[in-house]
């Protein structure tokens, strides 16, 4: 997910050892969520995330 290929949650929840429960994927998808609402991630396609481009000053 760092290099611009989007991922869904459970790769990165196992990688960072968050846990591989339902409950531990749906919080850390939920976090996600939250990243996108705030523009620090994209969701390209339904539950797939990738880092947001950087923002240029206008």
């Known amino acids: 997910m760092t290099n611009g290929d989007p991922a869904d949650a459970a790769g990165p929840a196992h990688r960072i050892g968050a846990g591989a429960t339902v409950k531990d ?3 850390l998808r939920a976090k996600l969520k939250r990243l996108v609402a705030r523009q620090i991630r994209t969701e390209p ?10 923002m240029t000053s206008a």
């Open 25 to 27: 994927t749906e919080n």
């Open 45 to 54: 396609e339904a539950e797939l995330f990738t880092l947001a481009p950087p």
